[in-house]
């Protein structure tokens, strides 16, 4: 292959490495992908357990201090009856504390259902959290293995950006140009394969590997014969035939 066309298909080769690189140094490696679904999901079951606890703490709390005022107000009630001056006071007082009493045994029920929710998360909670102790510890060893790798990849990532530095210099800068105003549009990729369409007789036919458009064959003499910088008529991406590429 052609120096110029090589040195391109070689910067696309870094770049794709690059970005596989840094996408892993961003995240979870493949082989721990399952693996960190499978925590992530199981601690946030725990994590909604432990909310429903808490929510349920509240409700409770909430009722008791409702439980309380009433009590009192039902004794402020019961204080007043020694004042009443007539019937008709003394009726109205035992109704306030009638309601009263009747707001405080709704509280209580509030109160207990409270109670038992949250025991029941509670218990809940603690059976996760067991059984999640096992897969949490798997889940830190590979986490660990990961964290020692990461250095590796780092220096590969850092090799690999020196190597692109070294390269983008060797391509002419207008050829370089267009190579990244392609890939910024095509998804990093600046460089496609031309591919021969195998079908019965007649004239060959070549298409472009990164959007199908037909190659047409004078294109492919050029860059075959002159290794001329071709691109796609169609998606721009710069052109190489790669069964020269050996
Ligand atoms: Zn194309």
Excluded at 50 to 66: D, I, L
Excluded at 91 to 96: H, I, K
Excluded at 216 to 244: F, N, W
């Amino acid at each position: 292959m052609p120096e110029q066309l090589a040195t391109i298909v070689e910067l696309q080769q870094a770049l794709d490495e690059l970005k596989e690189a840094e996408e892993l140094l961003g995240g979870i490696p493949e082989w721990m992908q399952e693996l960190h679904e499978e925590q992530s999901q199981r601690k946030a079951v725990i994590d909604g357990l432990a909310a429903e606890v808490e929510e349920a703490a509240q409700a409770n709390r909430a009722a008791e201090t409702e439980i309380n005022d009433l009590r009192e107000r039902v004794k402020h009630f019961q204080e007043q009856i020694a004042l009443v001056r007539n019937q008709r006071e003394y009726g109205a007082l035992l109704q306030e504390i009638d309601g009263a009493k009747q707001q405080i045994s709704t509280f209580e029920e509030e109160a207990l259902t409270a109670l038992e929710t949250q025991e029941a998360a509670s218990g809940r909670r603690s059976e996760e959290e067991e059984s999640f102790k096992e897969l949490d510890a798997k889940y830190a060893t590979e986490l660990e293995k990961w964290e020692a790798q990461k250095p590796d990849v780092s220096r590969k990532a850092e090799e690999l950006r020196s190597r692109i530095e070294v390269l983008s210099e060797r391509v002419p800068q207008q050829t370089l140009s267009h190579f990244e105003r392609v890939r910024s549009h095509r998804n990093g990729q600046g460089l496609a394969a031309v591919h021969e369409v195998v079908r019965g007789k007649g004239p060959k036919i070549w298409h472009c590997s990164g959007c199908n458009y037909r190659v047409r064959p004078q294109v492919v003499v050029a860059i075959h014969t002159q290794g001329s910088i071709e691109m796609c008529d169609s998606c721009k991406r710069i052109l190489y035939l790669p069964e020269a590429a050996g």
